[in-house]
């Protein structure tokens, strides 16, 4: 059965920066898109970017620019998030093919 464990998030300064991570377990497969989401309090959840197994990737407008998706075989995933400002704070969610990580919180404030 598939399952995502996810590492990283954390409190930073704003214009500081976090690395987030995750993992597919339970499939010898490439899972695609391999994607992730962020919730900030009181607001919907919001697609932050994915990446394919073929390497193609996708942001969404708030971020572009300031982060990074990228992945590693087999199944792994990161996002590296710059230039962080409060807006940014919220808990981030990678997930696959409807199954959601546990979530990280990431906190942007001075």
């Known amino acids: 059965q598939l399952r995502l464990e996810q590492s990283g998030g954390g409190l930073v300064q704003p214009g500081g920066s976090l690395r987030l991570s995750c993992e597919a377990f339970?499939?010898?497969?490439?899972?695609?898109?391999m994607r992730w989401y962020r919730q900030a309090p009181g607001r919907e959840r919001e697609f932050v970017a994915e990446?394919?197994?073929?390497?193609?990737t996708r942001y969404g407008d708030s971020v572009s620019g300031r982060f990074t998706v990228s992945r590693q075989p087999h199944n792994r995933l990161f996002l590296q998030m710059d230039n962080l400002t409060p807006e940014d704070t919220g808990v981030y969610f990678c997930?696959?093919?409807?199954?959601w990580g546990q979530g990280a919180q990431v906190t942007v404030s001075s």
């Open positions: 990446e394919h197994s073929s390497g193609k």
């Open positions: 997930t696959v093919s409807a199954i």
């Open positions: 339970g499939t010898p497969f490439d899972v695609d898109p």
